[in-house]
């Protein structure tokens, strides 16, 4: 078992809050992070369908059995246990009583800021970062090879093959998670349409494209993208256009959350042919872009993520919004930084002064190399150290 870093945050919410909800795809670690932080508290899966039917039928005396509080797995499968939830915190409402994980966000979220709006404290549990990673005895320290195998965590601490456990995941997701977002009737159009997002991950989406190419009408394809982020596969960024006089495109971009995945659908078979796959710099950039995401959301922030283009050629990949300051990084999977990868940061930050942003922009080139150092331009930060990217950053600041 690795440390996960959501344990510090995860620990500081039920000292102010009677329940705590812990999202995030199936297998990113749930479970063992909160068997872990509560070692002490009864452990209540709600996919066992004799407690599901238990908590269904008798909320009250389910709730009643494990009145002293519990770890309630998988929330969503008994959704209607959040209102009965509600009534017994309010008659005994001490803090930490009750810790919620689940896979799928928004069911969660309706029904919790519904019931228990200002009770429940909301953290998410995505695969380890690379720091996290560190934490099993054995990781590859090749980029393409990472990059390739993903990081959820079963890989790692079952040592199963990384093409076969992703392969596997991929059949029960579609089976299961998907019939329980919504019914979708046709799973093997809808397997096509996840394939054809992996294929673009990195860009931006245009739903029409992608829902004729998946021989779906555009609202159908918008639908299936919800499902996906739902199941924490994929999130969108969206683009940063406030105040800005210029042609910007207005797309947001898709991401895959976890670029052994996009390998997996894509049918990457081997690191080596990632090396040299059109879509490798896609695949780096989106694996960089979940880093960053995962630094934050394991530190119970909200990731406030954008991208930025011009119709006539300026672009950023990424824009990070912490308070005041605004991180505006480029994502270059190249191992030898290139004068290029700095020229746009300089009328980027024309553009914003211009809007009218009055915040510090600190610039930053994320890259496929192995040296990290301060450049004129930006900071430079090698592959490996993307974990402490924002760390970097207020150090330089400081």
Request: aromatic residues 8%; glycine residues 8%.
């Amino acid at each position: 078992m690795i440390q996960r870093k959501l344990s510090a945050k995860l620990l500081e919410l039920t000292r102010h809050y009677p329940v705590v909800a812990v999202t995030g795809p199936r297998q990113a670690g749930k479970t063992t992070l909160c068997r872990a932080t509560f070692p002490d508290k009864p452990r209540v899966s709600l996919e066992s369908l004799d407690v599901r039917e238990f908590a269904a039928h008798d909320p009250r005396g389910f709730l009643h059995e494990y009145r002293q509080g519990a770890v309630l797995d998988e929330i969503q499968q008994a959704p209607e246990l959040v209102s009965y939830l509600q009534a017994d915190i309010d008659e005994r409402p001490e803090p930490g009583r009750f810790i919620l994980t689940g896979s799928q966000h928004p069911a969660i979220s309706q029904t919790i800021s519904q019931s228990l709006a200002g009770r429940c404290g909301m953290l998410t549990l995505l695969p380890p970062d690379i720091d996290e990673l560190r934490g099993f005895p054995e990781i590859p320290d090749e980029l393409f090879t990472l990059l390739w195998q993903g990081s959820y965590p079963r890989i790692y601490d079952r040592k199963i093959p990384a093409a076969q456990w992703l392969a596997d995941y991929i059949a029960t997701y579609v089976q299961r998670d998907v019939r329980q977002v919504v019914n979708v009737g046709d799973l093997i159009g809808f397997t096509s349409f996840l394939r054809l997002c992996a294929g673009r991950t990195g860009q931006e989406i245009n739903l029409s494209a992608l829902g004729a190419d998946a021989g779906v009408s555009h609202n159908t394809a918008r639908a299936w993208l919800s499902i996906l982020e739902a199941c924490y596969i994929i999130h969108r960024v969206p683009a940063y256009h406030a105040n800005i006089r210029k042609q910007v495109v207005k797309a947001p971009k898709l991401h895959f959350f976890d670029s052994g995945l996009a390998c997996a659908l894509l049918q990457i078979r081997e690191p080596g042919q990632l090396r040299l796959h059109p879509l490798r710099g896609a695949i780096f950039e989106s694996w960089a872009v979940a880093e960053l995401y995962k630094t934050l959301a394991h530190q119970g922030e909200q990731p406030l993520l954008h991208h930025y283009r011009e119709s006539r050629g300026l672009e950023v990949d990424i824009l990070v919004q912490r308070g005041d300051t605004l991180h505006a990084v480029e994502i270059k999977s190249g191992a030898t930084a290139a004068a290029d990868f700095f020229k746009g940061f300089g009328p980027f930050r024309e553009r914003m002064r211009g809007a009218g942003f009055a915040g510090e922009i600190v610039n930053a080139v994320i890259y496929g190399g192995d040296t990290s150092q301060r450049r004129s331009a930006a900071r430079l930060v090698g592959w490996r150290d993307v974990g402490g990217f924002f760390a970097g950053a207020e150090a330089e600041k400081g």
